[in-house]
């Protein structure tokens, strides 16, 4: 399975970053794009549904949470496996680092390198919109 991580410095709390971007119901407090979201506890776990641009929806399940963590995956018809987490570790005094960590397995292994750079557009823009949205932008 491919894995990315990107890291971006931050120079606030972690509990100040975290009450911004770490509430998996609450992701329209900086993702722009989306224009709906709506979260409910089902038989396999808290899943957020996310309306974007021209009507498309994206259900995502929680598979993994904590102080300053959680990790969701969804089923797309391109991908065998895909999870992304998003975390914030503390730093030193008012400091913290904002990491997004996205693991992912194409199902047309030919795919990886397109697969890689998508994702990498994928997280260096929600890096940017976050920080946007902590007024660091």
């Known amino acids: 399975m491919q894995e990315l991580t990107f890291r971006e410095d931050i120079p606030l709390t972690a509990d100040a970053v975290w009450a911004v971007i770490g509430d998996f119901s609450g992701i329209r407090k900086w993702a722009g794009l989306v224009e709906a979201e709506s979260t409910e506890v089902t038989p396999k776990g808290k899943v957020r549904t996310l309306t974007m641009p021209g009507g498309r929806t994206v259900s995502e399940l929680m598979t993994d949470e904590g102080p300053h963590h959680y990790t ?66």
């Open 72 to 137: 969701y995956t969804l089923d797309r018809p391109d991908m065998d496996a895909y999870f992304s987490t998003v975390s914030v570790e503390p730093g030193g005094h008012a400091s913290c680092a904002i990491v997004l960590r996205v693991r992912f397995q194409p199902k047309d292994v030919s795919q990886l390198e397109a697969a890689t750079e998508g994702m990498s557009k994928f997280c260096r823009g929600n890096l940017k919109a976050m920080k946007r949205a902590l007024g660091l932008a």
